[in-house]
């Protein structure tokens, strides 16, 4: 990555974490209230996929022609918002057995566009790579175990969901962590 790609990308260190600290609440809340009503569940996850996919798409605005990949960021943040709306735009009972659905789903995209980034941008430091890598492959692992039998797993299924959003959360709270620093070094 050239210096003024990494200049422009580390201005910006604070999306991955709004975004990471989005996941973690989301995955608390799915394991501190397994019960709660599933129409709850998918209205707050269809948000907080708008509310990322924004932020995604802010970036990658923000990037264009200054970081390589920033195409693919646009790309990921529109399908977001799409998808959170037309989730919104259901009706409920459509809505909850599609939320089922769809966050596993989900994960698998946002778990596969995660290990491209972290190979995209942190390439070089192999300690960093994997820590950020290790936290995705749990996320991706968890997002495959749920939809292998996302109804049949009861508490089991919001025990795989929310700990895939938290370890999701934490790879991209750890992402911005590494921008920040970048950030400082390239301001020195």
């Known amino acids: 990555m050239t210096r003024l790609m990494l200049k422009t990308a580390s201005k910006y260190w604070w999306l991955p974490l709004i975004t990471g600290l989005l996941s973690v609440g989301l995955g608390i809340w799915c394991l501190a209230s397994p019960g709660s009503s599933l129409p709850?569940?998918?209205y707050t996850f269809a948000l907080?996929?708008?509310?990322?996919?924004?932020?995604?798409t802010v970036f990658a605005i923000f990037s264009i022609g200054s970081i390589s990949g920033w195409g693919?960021?646009?790309?990921?943040?529109?399908?977001?918002?799409?998808?959170?709306?037309?989730?919104?735009?259901?009706?409920?009972?459509?809505?909850?057995?599609?939320?089922?659905?769809?966050?596993?789903?989900?994960l698998v995209f946002v778990a596969l566009n995660a290990v491209c980034e972290a190979v995209l941008y942190y390439g070089d430091t192999k300690y960093w790579l994997a820590l950020l890598l290790s936290f995705i492959l749990c996320t991706l692992i968890l997002a495959v175990i749920f939809l292998a039998g996302p109804l049949a797993g009861g508490i089991a299924v919001w025990l795989y969901i929310g700990i895939a959003f938290m370890t999701f959360g934490f790879y991209r709270m750890l992402l911005s962590v590494?921008?920040?620093q970048a950030n400082k070094m390239l301001n020195r």
């Open 40 to 42: 709850i569940m998918a």
């Open 48 to 56: 907080v996929i708008c509310s990322v996919g924004f932020l995604n």
């Open 72 to 106: 693919f960021k646009l790309l990921a943040g529109i399908i977001e918002i799409i998808c959170g709306v037309w989730l919104i735009l259901l009706p409920e009972a459509a809505m909850v057995s599609t939320f089922i659905y769809g966050i596993g789903f989900y």
């Open 178 to 180: 590494k921008i920040y």
